[in-house]
């Protein structure tokens, strides 16, 4: 396969989200800057900031694995960083990871006092959306331009600008003021997916993740996070709505059939019946092999079996795409994705 025919493969893809028909599917995965630079033996900053490299990168995960939709595709991301550098947060570079983030150096008062974040002029976002610019062109050519729009949700953003630990305790302590927070993020989110999307050649997907959510109890969630979900969603009502959450908390599931969603990529453990009971028939279900112990650790015939199995289940539960319970992990070889994707083609 050439990075010319993944326009037909993300064709497919929209296809089976528009159309939810029980049977259908194929490989989704996300990848990103965990996996990408390990897979293909190049310097992570190089990854980041030379555009060439970064576009080699992509050009061979499509012919390594043809078939697989890739989501949201060739988008220009620096790990967890773009978003909360927004709020002038300090960022440390690694050369064969992912930066890391620090928190923000004001309180709870401050954050809630602050602006929102402008993407077109704070952070990171401006090079990014530079990025998409300038490559614009060269993507439509190659076939490789992205047509989803990705951003980390609110409680994502606001736990890397707290800490995890902070912000869910200050959810108990300071619930007002979280709300605001929350709030103004939300604000943000929105922003900056209609600041990407406007850079994107055909866009039909935004992709929203944010693990943190299920870290609360389905009361503290219907508080603090399904509405603002729902208030993003609800910024594209036109486009595709995906949600990747894969903490492996399965009474949360059913409170996300409020948020207008239409895939969910979750954790394989949850189950995948109890996914379809809580959501209903309506969404498509973006999982679930287990990530670590099959996908990395696993042989190739060990993802086989793993991948038959869950297309087992596709009459029953689907329609189902088939992909880790969680994006691609660092350290996942190329011959274990091949394996699930040969297996889906034969199946």
Not at 111 to 128: H, Q, R
């Amino acid at each position: 396969m050439t990075t010319s025919d993944y326009p037909q493969t993300a064709a497919r893809f929209e296809e089976i989200v528009r159309n939810r028909r029980r049977e259908d599917t194929m490989v989704a995965l996300i990848i990103d800057s965990p996996w990408l630079p390990g897979y293909a033996e190049v310097n992570t900053l190089d990854f980041y900031f030379e555009v060439d490299v970064w576009l080699d990168v992509h050009r061979r995960v499509v012919r390594d694995l043809p078939g697989a939709a890739f989501v949201p595709g060739s988008w220009f991301e620096f790990g967890m960083a773009a978003e909360p550098s927004g709020w002038g947060v300090p960022i440390q570079w690694k050369q064969d990871g992912p930066p890391a983030v620090h928190r923000y150096a004001g309180t709870l008062d401050a954050l809630v006092a602050a602006n929102v974040p402008n993407p077109e002029a704070d952070g990171l976002m401006p090079a990014i959306l530079r990025r998409y610019e300038k490559t614009g062109p060269v993507l439509v050519k190659e076939g490789l331009s992205p047509r989803m729009a990705a951003c980390r949700g609110p409680l994502a953003i606001a736990s890397h600008l707290m800490g995890v630990t902070e912000f869910l305790m200050a959810t108990q302590l300071e619930a007002d003021k979280c709300l605001k927070l929350v709030d103004k993020i939300t604000q943000f989110c929105i922003r900056w997916l209609r600041c990407q999307l406007a850079y994107m050649d055909q866009p039909f997907g935004v992709l929203v993740l944010d693990d943190v959510v299920g870290m609360l109890s389905p009361a503290d969630a219907e508080r603090f996070a399904l509405p603002y979900l729902k208030a993003i969603f609800d910024a594209f009502g036109d486009l595709v709505h995906i949600y990747h959450n894969d903490t492996p908390n399965a009474n949360m599931v059913k409170g996300l059939a409020t948020i207008g969603m239409d895939v969910f990529n979750f954790s394989h453990l949850v189950d995948v019946a109890k996914a379809r009971t809580d959501l209903g028939p309506d969404v498509v279900l973006m999982g679930n092999i287990p990530p670590l112990d099959v996908l990395v650790r696993g042989t190739a015939a060990d993802v086989r079996q793993a991948t038959r199995e869950l297309l087992a289940k596709t009459q029953q539960y689907g329609p189902i795409l088939i992909s880790p319970g969680g994006g691609v992990s660092p350290e996942t070889p190329i011959a274990n994705l091949q394996a699930m994707l040969e297996q889906v083609g034969g199946c």
